[in-house]
Structure formats: structure tokens, C-alpha cells
């Protein structure tokens, strides 16, 4: 059995590529970003296993137009990740993107066999590090540095879009909680919405610019 270390999922998200998508955030990540929105998911911690069969299964069932993988790194569990991709995609032909800390380049030149099994698995990447001195109110990235690679043709029509900030998904929950999803487009945006509301931290579910 094939497992994925999972911190969240969301079955229709708006602001994480194109179209509505099934985003997974992975738990875990050895970059360490200064200023990561996500910190809560930086930790490897392998009590949140799913099993890769039975969340590509839900994956397939609920997803519009792609499925986008986020965290944490995704590429720190890249063979299982490619794993999840080829189990969805034995259900349905959808889009799939990605977010990275390191550089295509690097993948390329250095990546485990893993690693490359999940960059052939994409149609979209967004890569590099999250730089807070270069935040940036770009489609679907945090900071200047980081690019949208176009790894196939499957969304072509977009490589000559804007390039603006998605925004960011808010809702409210049942129980009265607050989530947002997306990448911010300005800088302590998670410290100030937290102060704002006078809450407790928020259970916040976004893109960790890597």
C-alpha cells in the first residue's frame, strides 16, 4: 500500500490554477522558507497517511477541472505523489499542476527518479522558493522569483493571460470558522487578518509559497 503524509484537502478550489480544483496539501517540507504562511505544515509527520488508492478514488469522484498539489513540498514525497497522479488519472484525464521550492533546473539536473516521474506527471508547475523581500501579486505565486512553467500543451491558451493575483477563496464554515485559500497577494497578510477578526490562528488552507 502506497501511502501520501497529507495536511489537508479541499475538494473545490478557485484560486490554485485554473478552473475549480481539487487541491491536496502535502505535510512536510525541508526548504524552510522565511515567513511561510503555512508553517503548521512544514513538520514531516507520517500519523497523517491517507492511502494513495483511496484519495485518488475521492480525487476522480469530486474534481471539476484539475487536481493541484501544494504543502508543505510536494516533491519531498515525489514518488508518492507521482503515485496519486497515475491513480487519478486511471480514473480520469484531469489537469494537474504543482507547486515546488526547488527550480525546475535543479529537479532536472539532480532529482531522485521519483522526482522526475512527478515532473512528467504535470502540466503546470509553479517553482522556486517563497522570497518575502519579493512578494508579489502574481497569478497563482507569492514572490517575483517564482515562474508558471507550461509543461505541456493541455493549457496553452493561458500562457499569454494576465499575469494577476488569483485572490483568495474565504468561507465560513458551519461551526462559524474562517478559511482562506490562495496565495496572498501582499506581504503579513495571515498575521493582519488574524489580528483583524481578533480570532484564534485560522484554520487557513493556501498555496505555502514555497
Not at 477541472?65 to 514525497?77: H, K, N, R, V, Y
Request: hydrophobic residues 40%; negative net charge; proline residues 6%.
Amino acid at each position: 500500500m502506497t501511502t501520501l503524509d497529507v495536511a489537508e484537502t479541499h475538494p473545490a478550489c478557485t484560486v490554485l490554477g485554473p478552473g475549480s480544483r481539487y487541491v491536496v496539501w502535502v505535510q512536510g517540507c525541508g526548504i524552510g522558507c522565511a515567513e511561510c504562511v503555512s508553517p503548521q505544515w512544514i513538520p514531516f509527520d507520517h500519523t497523517r497517511a491517507r492511502d494513495v488508492a483511496e484519495l485518488a478514488a475521492d480525487i476522480a469522484e469530486h474534481a471539476t477541472d484539475g487536481l493541484t498539489i501544494s504543502g508543505g513540498e510536494p516533491f519531498a514525497q515525489a514518488g508518492a505523489v507521482a503515485a496519486l497522479v497515475a491513480a487519478v488519472r486511471e480514473r480520469r484525464d484531469l489537469s494537474v499542476m504543482s507547486y515546488t521550492g526547488y527550480t525546475i533546473e535543479h529537479l532536472r539536473a539532480h532529482g531522485t527518479p521519483g522526482q522526475h516521474r512527478l515532473l512528467a506527471e504535470l502540466d503546470l508547475l509553479v517553482d522556486g522558493p517563497f522570497l518575502a523581500h519579493r512578494q508579489a501579486a502574481l497569478r497563482w505565486r507569492g514572490s517575483a522569483n517564482q515562474r508558471l512553467h507550461f509543461l505541456t500543451g493541455r493549457h496553452a491558451a493561458l500562457r499569454d493571460a494576465p499575469d494577476l493575483s488569483a485572490g483568495l477563496q474565504i468561507e465560513v464554515a458551519a461551526d462559524e470558522s474562517v478559511r482562506w485559500l490562495g496565495v496572498p497577494p501582499v506581504a503579513g497578510f495571515r498575521q493582519w487578518i488574524e489580528n483583524r477578526l481578533e480570532l484564534e490562528p485560522l484554520e487557513q488552507k493556501q498555496e505555502r509559497n514555497p
